[in-house]
């Protein structure tokens, strides 16, 4: 019989706020997010905290 595993990564779940790992400044703070794998989790940055990386 065969048998479908699916395996799903639920990143949203972890990801509830969109704002920057390091000045926590967001969207609605008028930054543009962008997220960048750091060892196998998930950060998100602003403009100017992603060109520093
Ligand atoms: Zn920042």
């Not at 990801?15 to 000045?23: D, N, P």
């Amino acid at each position: 019989m065969m048998q479908n595993t699916e395996l799903h990564h639920e990143v949203q779940s972890s990801v509830s706020k969109v704002e920057c790992y390091i000045c926590g400044k967001g969207l609605a703070d008028g930054y543009s997010i962008t997220a960048k794998t750091l060892s196998s989790t998930i950060v998100l940055f602003c403009d100017v905290h992603y060109s520093m990386q």
